[in-house]
């Protein structure tokens, strides 16, 4: 995958972008429904690892049932590429699904757990899944480092985790995460700049 | 976005990318035989997307077809059913002129051509009465519908003979026309075959009406000749001219009875020789 960050000149919008003359998300799905099946791989080959790692983040690095859910999800996509119209980008399509793949597992397990509940999104509040993971070790190691602050992101609120791993992983825009998330613009901003203040916090303490 | 948000980017992504982390190998490969499946158990959903302007038609396109082809079978055989042994309209007997035998193969051969030539569409060489009379043009068909064939007729001779006292004229080609191509190919050669045989025929046939109509009306004409003395005479030398001598001289026996004043021409009297 090609992809570069571009300057953040337009506030919250995507900052991931392709800049190369890949094929296109879309284009490679379309080829999928035509039957071209190398199509679909080069698809899966793009997006497998932001996915999984936004259900690993967002389960707290359950990796076993992030394989099941990231399995669900791709499924979900070979069964509805037909169907699917060009109505939004692929990945925003993508990620919802994922979504609600993941909500379905938390509906199994915790049936209180709602990601719209307004509470959690006061950063003063604890987060649901939080309170399952330790506070990270601060390490000097390169390796270490990066797992305190995966740990820092499993540590935010659920919504707020959830919209920066959209961001992340995802390159969703801020009208793409309403999107995604059913909720409005700018319930979805708010809950993007609580999960970047959080993280900077973290960084800094990290360092 | 600003510039920290970027830095908490960059500094996320380097600790992903420095984690490795990745699903299983299963999970991988379950999604693409998925995906190869679903293309294998749908290829005509491939096939719609890629030929989106003809694709929706082709069926129903394969379908018309099938019903044309099968509607033209149809046509065929029953054509067939209607042709004994297939002949087209080219060996349908011509339109026949004059007293010529009309089943001659000369005479086909010498107007096939023009016939031939007709172009209408093909017709059983021998089709039903009214599937050839709907064939024919309207001018042509006129006749034809003038005499209903339905009806029952006396035989042709008679019929000549009563609506024809004179000798019958050659028949109109219109009216052979109409016979060859309306009836069978015998219908046609009866026809034909009447204007041959009419000079002679209707002789034999106007003597025999004749001596039909004088035999049924011979008591009305001895009645009517009771008060007319020259309508007795005509009549007594009009059986003179039969060679009916005995009825004449009865008539004449009785004329001179009821008019003894009456003068008998000699053609009226009996020859000499003949008693």
């Known amino acids: 995958m090609t992809a570069v960050a571009q300057p953040a000149s337009a506030g919250l919008a995507p900052i991931i972008r392709r800049v190369d003359d890949t094929p296109a998300d879309e284009a490679l799905l379309s080829a999928y429904a035509r039957g071209d099946a190398r199509a679909f791989a080069r698809l899966y080959e793009r997006h ?53 793949k993941l909500l379905d ?46 740990a820092a992101v499993e540590l935010l ?17 801020v009208d793409e995460l309403a999107q ?18 959080r993280l900077r916090s973290a960084m800094a303490d990290w360092r | 976005m600003n510039g920290r948000d970027e830095d908490t980017l960059r500094a996320y992504r380097a600790a992903s990318e420095a984690l490795d982390e990745q699903p299983g190998a299963s999970v ?37 077809a099938s019903v044309l082809v099968g509607a033209i079978a149809l046509t065929v055989a029953l054509q067939k ?30 107007s096939g051509p023009a016939a031939a030539a007709k172009p209408e569409p093909a017709v059983p060489a021998a089709p039903p009465a009214p599937r050839a009379a ?32 004179e000798p019958a004229p050659p028949p109109p080609a219109s009216v052979a ?47 009517e000749s009771i008060d007319d003395p020259e309508r007795w005479i005509a009549r007594i030398v009009a059986l003179r001219e039969q060679g009916r001598h005995d009825d004449a001289e009865r008539e004449l026996k009785r004329l001179r009875e009821r008019f003894p004043q009456a003068k008998i021409p000699p053609a009226a009297l009996q020859p000499f020789g003949t008693r």
């Open chain 1, 180 to 197: 995604a998330t059913g909720v409005g613009f700018e319930t979805a901003k708010s809950r993007l700049r609580y999960a970047m203040t």
């Open chain 2, 81 to 110: 059913e209607e042709t004994p042994g297939g002949e087209s309209v080219a060996l349908a007997p011509p339109p026949i002129s004059g007293y010529e035998d009309a089943t001659s193969s000369d005479s086909i051969a010498e």
């Open chain 2, 177 to 223: 026309a109409d016979t060859s191509a309306a009836g069978s190919r015998t219908d046609a050669n009866t026809v034909a075959a009447e204007p041959a045989r009419a000079p002679a025929a209707m002789g034999r046939t106007r003597i025999a009406t004749e001596e039909r109509r004088e035999a049924q009306s011979a008591t009305r004409a001895e009645l």
């Open chain 1, 48 to 100: 497998e690892r932001p996915v999984y790692r936004f259900l690993l983040r967002a389960l707290n690095g359950n990796a076993a049932t992030a394989d099941d859910l990231l399995q669900e999800t791709w499924l979900a996509v070979v069964r509805n590429a037909v169907a699917w119209e060009p109505r939004a980008r692929f990945t925003t399509w993508l990620y919802t699904i994922a979504r609600s």
């Open chain 2, 28 to 64: 991988r490969a379950t999604v693409l035989a998925a995906a190869a499946r679903e293309i294998d158990a749908k290829p005509q959903l491939g096939d719609r997307v890629a030929r989106p302007r003809f694709g929706g038609s082709r069926r129903p396109l394969a379908l018309a």
């Open chain 1, 105 to 150: 597992h938390w509906r199994a397990r915790v049936p209180v757990v709602s990601l719209d509940d307004e509470a959690v999104n006061d950063p003063d509040q604890t987060a649901l899944a939080a309170d399952e993971t330790a506070q990270p070790e601060v390490r000097v190691l390169s390796r270490a480092q990066a797992r305190t602050f995966v």
């Open chain 1, 157 to 173: 609120p659920a919504a707020q985790r959830e919209a920066f791993l959209l961001h992340a992983e995802g390159g969703l825009s």
């Open chain 2, 134 to 165: 709907r064939s024919q043009t309207p001018r042509a068909a006129a006749p034809a519908e003038a005499k209903p064939s339905s009806a029952p007729q006396p035989p042709a001779e008679t019929r000549l003979a009563e609506s024809t006292p």
